[in-house]
């Protein structure tokens, strides 16, 4: 399967595989300028870079373990789902959970992108919830399966 991609700027680092067996293409910063990020704030960093996801797939953006582990940096809407028909640049909504300012600085691994294939469904709507059928866990929520 093919990634099809376009840098939207001279200085745009590519999205790339960090390793051979990496699941995730690194995205990295295209800032004119370091952005800060306060404690507790969140900033969208733009990447410099355009997509074409595969059709019946989509992008998902997730965090990169060793900026959260380090930093407190983490995505905001992880993972944040890039569709198939977007076309415009990949930008990252990244949030500080740290308890110092972290500054994100231009051709920086920023995030990662995970591309996924994804299944359409066709709705069909019942008239009581019954008509959705028995489960052995039935209507139970938030910690009902146990820890």
């Keep these: ?59 998902q953006v997730r965090p990169r373990s060793g900026l959260a582990a380090r930093h407190g940096v983490t995505v905001l809407n992880a993972p944040g789902t890039i569709d198939e028909d977007y076309r415009g640049e990949l930008r990252v909504l990244l949030i500080n959970h740290g308890s110092e300012p972290y500054v994100v600085r231009h051709g920086e691994r920023i995030a990662q992108l995970v591309v996924a294939a994804y299944a359409r469904v066709e709705l069909a709507s019942v008239e009581d919830v019954s008509a959705l059928g028995e489960t052995v866990r039935g209507s139970g929520g938030f910690g009902s399966t146990g820890a």
């Design 1 to 59: 399967m093919k990634l099809s991609y376009t840098l939207l700027r001279d200085d745009a680092a590519p999205p790339r595989y960090a390793t051979a067996g990496a699941a995730g293409l690194d995205l990295s910063a295209a800032v004119d300028e370091p952005v800060a990020i306060a404690p507790g704030s969140s900033a969208l960093i733009p990447t410099g870079v355009a997509i074409a996801i595969p059709h019946g797939h989509e992008g």
